[in-house]
């Protein structure tokens, strides 16, 4: 099996056929054959770069300060290589956090209605407002942000919160200063660099130069002491995090806006996933009174309803939250909304509005209730083999701790001697360094099975 | 009938109901009245500027740059005030280029079976690979590419043809100078604009500094005069043209990419109309030899399957093309895709395969030939009122020339009279002073009948 094969199954199970080229006006017939098509496949040889033609443009210097590949194309390139070299070994992936149950019938129902309407006058529809439909909007407000002062015209339907990341960046530009709980998601710190608001990456520490990375750790319970910060312009903030899997009390999200408030901050705050969250920790940001003033919320149906391949997401820009000449922020991601964008798919929009229907929010609530014991057999597994382990309860995510072990090592291990991938705490961050995080996404017998082979490892 | 509605209608057709918030854990079941949505409703008032709180977050000064709001939100808005004033006004929209007529079955059963399929286990898929599906892209490769060295591997799939653009324009960074047709889609001096590759906007000449426009008019037969050019980074072209409809000939694309070779400059050509081509004028910038060294090239399912909703596109960026340093432009290419974006929907991307299949191909051959009929109509109504008519030929777009007259005047004359909506050229650039843009999307009736207006109002 090549390693082509390999990456098709773990990334793609699209089981459309491949259909023969055909005609194309005056084109030759001629198809050439079908090559094999890797992740990152684009490496030119050291020889091929000497002797080759050249453009005279520069590469982006930003572009140049990224360390290897991003995060989790690296893992599936490790587990295409472990594939390779076990050809027969039934590899479970708990690493990059994909969905893996099917999408509840009420919502599939939706999308494919959506799709044969499309081939009628009366359901054909073309551009939709770049911003989202508007009866989307207002259910998104209405399930999310009843009572929270959350306007349907605040809220940006999106392709999902990664990709909205970027749009804020791109309002952002590069002058600002930024800071990221460490660990955290990568795609907050590679835009950074990549929109040039950071310094080189200083190897010795692992850090970029002018981020601030707020530790978050199991001494000050995963939440930064903000005392500590030198002002940023930007905070990222994800809870329930990704990867600790903590959730930030009321308390501390009062200190952070208070924080943000006292240095005219503004917090994106990431809340992917919220309807994880079990207790009374705050669902939205907006819970806290003034954060409208300061915060930004970022959010997505991937791993609510399982549209990890659907695409479809949501920002929360309000009105109330102004640059420092007064200018309103989401009068210009607004702008890059049209300019850089056009809107999430009419298909996956028809998707979300069933997702927040009686029906839908209760089939989603249960898909979501199916991943929360897989991670309670993870965490009872790795608590039964004496590890500390983190995260859990409140997102699908399970953080376990090998203290003074190189993560990597410990994931190389872990994939050598169980093939199961996971992922390690350190690729989120030098905070990271000593964990690594399993992901409660799989079905159930492939959980089981995990853990199974986790406790021959560390029996 | 209010702003709000009217946009609905103007933007959007989804027929799906609002429907009722539920609860939400342990959120209130209280919701907000549904409020009115508006395109680019979120300027505060100067009063609640000044008494608002305000973060110390400095406005990105590129955004301070853009000029009023991006062109077709800006017409939509018009569009909108023109039916307050005529509240019965049958309006009919030439402006946008949004496609009205329905996705053919066979594409639209594709959508459908894929969305169902979400719900089997079998048929469930995640996260996809962020470049798309190798089926896809290997049909992209022998459907569009046959022959002309292009491999699958070269092929990012996205949704749509506008965000590659944003997304290469972040690959290649604020210090580069770009060119562009002058008219040409806006998106293009947009994104630069936003990237921080321009000065200031000059409303003297109507142009931003430090980007070149190549001014493409009837006299030079819409392709610039590249010996007046000074050397630019980047280069962006689009064949057909949007808004002249004008399709380069082999000639001028040879000359083309001999320019950007003695320049040592990368070609992004826009081909999002090349299926709109009669004649043998090149389809792809490929068919020109040399060109996988100097040019990317981006295209778009949007105008060839109704795919505007759906959103689909794709981009080349060929592994022989390198930056100054010899680093492959491809890598940074494939970077961007996975770090800013997460692959097009799996939903569209089946319909892309079925797009691809012979009998997708038919149907969407057939779909461009009522649209190419409709521009016939337009170009024969216009010629018959001795107005000088360009582009129709090869393009969905016809190109009338208002000699002498402000292009906005127009437009308001010609919507103040006629209840159409056209594009005024000068939203294009300097360039399309004194045209107006006509599109050719639309059902027939609304064609024949807006031309039949034409006719009253020109006799």
Redesign the interface.
């Known amino acids: 099996m090549s390693i082509?094969q390999n990456?098709?199954i773990s990334?793609?199970?699209?089981?459309?056929?491949?259909?023969?080229?055909?005609?194309?006006?005056?084109?030759?017939?001629?198809?050439?054959p079908?090559?094999?098509?890797?992740?990152?496949?684009?490496?030119?040889t050291p020889q091929e770069?000497?002797t080759?033609?050249?453009?005279?443009?520069?590469?982006?210097?930003?572009?140049?300060k990224?360390q290897a590949?991003?995060l989790?194309?690296e893992i599936a390139r490790r587990r295409s290589a472990h594939l390779l070299k076990y050809p027969d070994a039934k590899i479970i992936s708990l690493g990059?956090g994909?969905?893996?149950?099917?999408?509840?019938?009420v919502?599939?129902?939706?999308?494919?209605k959506?799709?044969?309407?499309?081939?009628?006058?009366?359901?054909?529809?073309?551009?939709?407002?770049?911003?989202g439909?508007?009866?989307l909007?207002?259910?998104l407000?209405?399930?999310?942000?009843?009572?929270l002062g959350i306007?349907?015209?605040?809220i940006f339907v999106s392709?999902?919160a990664?990709?909205d990341?970027?749009r804020l960046q791109?309002?952002?530009?590069?002058?600002?200063k930024m800071a990221v709980q460490d660990p955290s998601y990568p795609?907050y710190v590679?835009?950074s660099v990549?929109?040039?608001q950071t310094g080189l990456y200083q190897k010795d520490v692992q850090k970029f130069a002018n981020i601030e990375y707020m530790r978050c750790n199991p001494e000050n319970g995963f939440f930064p002491d903000l005392s500590s910060i030198s002002r940023p312009?930007?905070i990222f903030f994800c809870s329930p995090n990704n990867p600790t899997g903590a959730a930030a009390t009321r308390e501390q999200l009062i200190q952070l806006v208070q924080f943000?408030?006292d240095?005219?901050?503004?917090i994106v705050y990431d809340s992917a996933y919220a309807?994880y969250?079990s207790g009374?920790n705050p669902?939205s940001i907006y819970e806290i009174p003034g954060a409208k003033?300061?915060a930004i919320e970022t959010s997505s149906f991937s791993k609510y309803a399982?549209f990890?391949?659907?695409?479809l997401g949501w920002t929360v820009?309000p009105?109330?939250?102004?640059?420092?000449?007064?200018?309103?922020v989401?009068?210009?991601f607004?702008?890059?909304v049209?300019?850089?964008?056009?809107?999430?798919?009419?298909?996956?929009?028809?998707?979300g509005?069933?997702c927040?229907?009686?029906e839908?929010?209760k089939a989603m609530q249960e898909v979501i209730g199916f991943y929360k014991e897989n991670t309670s057999i993870i965490v009872e597994t790795f608590d039964s083999l004496g590890f500390k382990v983190y995260g859990g309860k409140c997102a699908p995510y399970v953080w376990v701790h090998f203290p003074g072990q190189n993560s990597w090592d410990v994931f190389s291990e872990i994939l050598e001697k169980t093939h199961v991938v996971t992922t390690p705490g350190s690729g989120f961050g030098p905070g990271g360094e000593g964990f690594v995080r399993v992901s409660a996404?799989g079905?159930r017998e492939n959980i089981l099975e995990a853990c199974r082979r986790f406790k021959q490892l560390y029996k």
Do not use: W
């Not at 990890?308 to 695409?311: A, F, L, P, Q, Y």
């Open positions: 082509t990456l098709s990334f793609s199970s699209s089981s459309s056929p491949f259909l023969a080229p055909s005609t194309f006006n005056s084109r030759s017939q001629v198809s050439l079908v090559k094999s098509v890797s992740i990152c496949k684009c490496v030119a770069v000497d080759a033609y050249k453009t005279k443009v520069s590469r982006n210097e930003n572009m140049g990224l590949g991003y989790f194309p990059i994909d969905t893996t149950e099917p999408i509840p019938e919502i599939t129902s939706a999308l494919a959506k799709s044969h309407a499309l081939s009628t006058i009366e359901g054909y529809s073309g551009y939709g407002a770049e911003q439909e508007k009866p909007r207002s259910a407000a209405s399930t999310f942000y009843a009572d306007e349907d015209d605040d392709d999902g990664k990709c990341i970027s791109i309002v952002f530009g590069s002058n600002v795609a590679d835009s990549i929109m040039g312009d930007i943000a408030k240095n005219g901050s503004i309807m969250i009374d669902r003033e300061v399982g990890t391949g659907v695409r820009v009105k109330q939250l102004l640059f420092s000449d007064g200018f309103p989401a009068k210009d607004n702008r890059i049209c300019t850089c964008f056009n809107g999430a798919s009419n298909i996956s929009q028809a998707g509005l069933a927040l229907s009686p839908g929010l996404f079905h």
